[in-house]
């Protein structure tokens, strides 16, 4: 076993003895003072016979020499370090462990070759204070007012932010709630954020609004009830896709929608069809033809509105347009709802049996709705002091990274790098391999990152040179404390070329 890698090493590197076998952590600013046999506060790292050691291996992750392709898993057991081809493998953050204060190089450096070009990967486990993460609901559903405080255990985890088309969007964690507020509010906020990046299920309130569980890859559970449907688009839009479709079959309909409710005689596809007026005027305020704003209040009800009773969004209907026997479909934006009338001699709005024809059409709409879901995407601020663990002269890192000459990953996910100053990034959730995410009770999350670049650039940049280990002396001198997976397919591989 290498020097370099060995546990010993580990220990070394990341604690120091106190004498009577105490050895006091230096992973985070809590400093725990671990005596033997036992755990510091994170339970990540344990004292075992005077050696600070991690609870959890070291994660590299394998393909198979097709590009991309599933690899065979490995025996649960120790693994000897001779299956792995090391130009297969990709060492992650996962499980090596931070190298708090981040003056110290990172914990693995290394160095490998691939496509003929010497390249390093900085592996570390950064502690974000500033991190969350943004969650989008595919529902139509009111969840809550635009700014509302977002509620786990009572204490406010974060708020609702803008809507995007079809989905509501939570902004949770951050610095203030983490540590900017009290005590029980910044566990809280820490034991949510770990949850939904594990991909378990958290309950949230939203003050004003309605109940929600959110499950990263699950659909959302609204005040009790699962969501089905993501809307195929607003009333207007919905409109305009099956307004075609409907000609000849309905002499009106209503799209309801919280957003833009639709007309389809008014609208300009009813226009350009030569659907003729019907007099029905639905209420809130007129936009352009056809479509309408705020025909009611936001809620769970038809199209992310309150209404409950179609009929109630009709605010007239004008005798001298309208006639006996007009036909009139209302539906909502995901076709779950749908009522089917003709006026009556008195023109009111008589419920009847909906025509096989027109029930296509509403089914087409449902048929047309991608499955509601949450996706959750974790953010955090790599711009501070872990880039000292990668470089001497950080700021060469920052810019490094914003040309797009170094590859950032987080547990071999790929991330998103947010323009702008600092190295502010973002990555799926479902795409970090499984138990990526740990915490420290200061409190912050704990992520894998990893920064891949030439060799030459990594000299030029001022980097940990001397510390550089070749990635096949690594995954020896490591031996039971590496576990390896499988490479996650639909992620890139970190070493390939642009």
């Given at each position: 076993?290498?020097?370099?890698?060995?546990?010993?090493?580990?220990?070394?590197?990341?604690?120091?003895?106190?004498?009577?076998?105490?050895?006091?952590?230096?992973?985070?600013?809590?400093?725990?003072?671990?005596?033997?046999?036992?755990?510091?506060?994170?339970?990540?790292?344990?004292?075992?016979?005077?050696?600070?050691?991690?609870?959890?291996?070291?994660?590299?992750?394998?393909?198979?020499?097709?590009?991309?392709?599933?690899?065979?898993?490995?025996?649960?057991?120790?693994?000897?370090?001779?299956?792995?081809?090391?130009?297969?493998?990709?060492?992650?953050?996962?499980?090596?462990?931070?190298?708090?204060?981040?003056?110290?190089?990172?914990?693995?450096?290394?160095?490998?070759?691939h496509d003929g070009v010497d390249t390093?990967?900085?592996?570390?486990?950064?502690?974000?204070?500033?991190?969350?993460?943004?969650?989008?609901?595919?529902?139509?559903?009111?969840?809550?007012?635009?700014?509302?405080?977002?509620?786990?255990?009572?204490?406010?985890?974060?708020?609702?932010?803008?809507?995007?088309?079809?989905?509501?969007?939570?902004?949770?964690?951050?610095?203030?709630?983490?540590?900017?507020?009290?005590?029980?509010?910044?566990?809280?906020?820490?034991?949510?954020?770990?949850?939904?990046?594990?991909?378990?299920?958290?309950?949230?309130?939203?003050?004003?609004?309605?109940?929600?569980?959110?499950?990263?890859?699950?659909?959302?559970?609204?005040?009790?009830?699962?969501?089905?449907?993501?809307?195929?688009?607003?009333?207007?839009?919905t409109v305009g896709i099956f307004a075609?479709?409907?000609?000849?079959?309905?002499?009106?309909?209503?799209?309801?929608?919280?957003?833009?409710?639709?007309?389809?005689s008014e609208h300009q596809a009813g226009?350009?069809?030569?659907?003729?007026?019907?007099?029905?005027?639905?209420?809130?305020?007129?936009?352009?033809?056809?479509?309408?704003?705020?025909?009611?209040?936001?809620?769970?009800?038809?199209?992310?509105?309150?209404?409950?009773?179609?009929?109630?969004?009709?605010?007239?209907?004008?005798?001298?347009?309208?006639?006996?026997?007009?036909?009139?479909?209302?539906?909502?934006?995901?076709?779950?709802?749908?009522?089917?009338?003709?006026?009556?001699?008195?023109?009111?709005?008589?419920?009847?049996?909906?025509?096989?024809?027109?029930?296509?059409?509403?089914?087409?709409?449902?048929?047309?709705?991608?499955?509601?879901?949450?996706?959750?995407?974790?953010?955090?601020?790599?711009?501070?002091?872990?880039?000292?663990?990668?470089?001497?002269?950080?700021?060469?890192?920052?810019?490094?990274?914003?040309?797009?000459?170094?590859?950032?990953?987080?547990?071999?996910?790929?991330?998103?790098?947010?323009?702008?100053?600092?190295?502010?990034?973002?990555?799926?959730?479902?795409?970090?391999?499984?138990?990526?995410?740990?915490?420290?009770?200061?409190?912050?999350?704990?992520?894998?990152?990893?920064?891949?670049?030439?060799?030459?650039?990594?000299?030029?940049?001022?980097?940990?040179?001397?510390?550089?280990?070749?990635?096949?002396?690594?995954?020896?001198?490591?031996?039971?404390?590496?576990?390896?997976?499988?490479?996650?397919?639909?992620?890139?591989?970190?070493?390939?070329?642009?």
């Open positions: 076993m290498s020097d370099r890698v060995s546990a010993q090493a580990r220990s070394e590197k990341f604690g120091q003895s106190e004498g009577e076998g105490i050895i006091r952590c230096d992973a985070c600013p809590v400093l725990c003072r671990i005596r033997p046999g036992r755990a510091g506060a994170c339970s990540r790292y344990a004292n075992e016979d005077g050696r600070l050691v991690r609870t959890d291996p070291a994660l590299a992750l394998a393909r198979t020499v097709e590009s991309g392709g599933p690899v065979v898993a490995f025996a649960d057991g120790a693994w000897d370090g001779k299956v792995l081809d090391p130009s297969r493998a990709f060492v992650t953050g996962v499980g090596a462990g931070t190298t708090y204060p981040d003056y110290k190089p990172a914990p693995f450096i290394v160095g490998a070759t390093v990967t900085v592996v570390t486990e950064g502690i974000f204070s500033y991190c969350g993460v943004k969650v989008k609901i595919d529902t139509d559903r009111h969840l809550g007012p635009e700014a509302a405080p977002v509620r786990a255990k009572g204490e406010q985890v974060g708020h609702v932010t803008t809507a995007e088309y079809g989905s509501q969007m939570l902004s949770l964690g951050g610095v203030r709630h983490l540590t900017g507020g009290n005590k029980k509010e910044g566990n809280v906020t820490c034991e949510t954020l770990l949850a939904l990046c594990a991909a378990e299920p958290v309950t949230l309130t939203i003050d004003g609004g309605h109940e929600v569980v959110v499950q990263a890859g699950r659909a959302p559970i609204v005040d009790g009830t699962p969501e089905r449907r993501m809307r195929v688009g607003c009333g207007s839009a075609q479709q409907w000609l000849g079959h309905a002499d009106e309909v209503i799209v309801v929608d919280d957003h833009i409710t639709g007309v389809l226009k350009v069809l030569g659907m003729k007026p019907t007099g029905i005027r639905v209420r809130g305020r007129r936009s352009t033809p056809g479509r309408y704003f705020q025909v009611a209040q936001p809620g769970l009800g038809w199209g992310g509105t309150d209404i409950t009773d179609p009929l109630a969004v009709i605010e007239s209907i004008d005798a001298k347009v309208a006639w006996p026997g007009l036909r009139l479909l209302m539906t909502s934006t995901t076709g779950e709802d749908a009522l089917w009338c003709v006026l009556d001699a008195a023109l009111r709005p008589v419920p009847a049996e909906m025509p096989a024809a027109v029930r296509a059409v509403v089914e087409r709409i449902g048929e047309n709705c991608e499955p509601s879901l949450c996706t959750v995407l974790f953010m955090a601020g790599a711009g501070g002091s872990l880039r000292a663990g990668v470089t001497e002269n950080p700021v060469l890192l920052t810019r490094a990274v914003a040309a797009g000459e170094v590859r950032v990953t987080m547990g071999g996910a790929p991330a998103y790098l947010w323009p702008g100053g600092g190295i502010t990034v973002m990555a799926d959730v479902l795409r970090f391999p499984g138990n990526a995410f740990g915490y420290v009770p200061t409190p912050a999350l704990v992520a894998p990152i990893e920064f891949t670049l030439p060799r030459a650039l990594y000299a030029k940049l001022g980097g940990h040179m001397d510390e550089i280990v070749p990635v096949e002396e690594l995954l020896r001198g490591l031996g039971d404390q590496l576990r390896v997976e499988g490479w996650i397919p639909g992620n890139p591989w970190p070493f390939a070329r642009p």
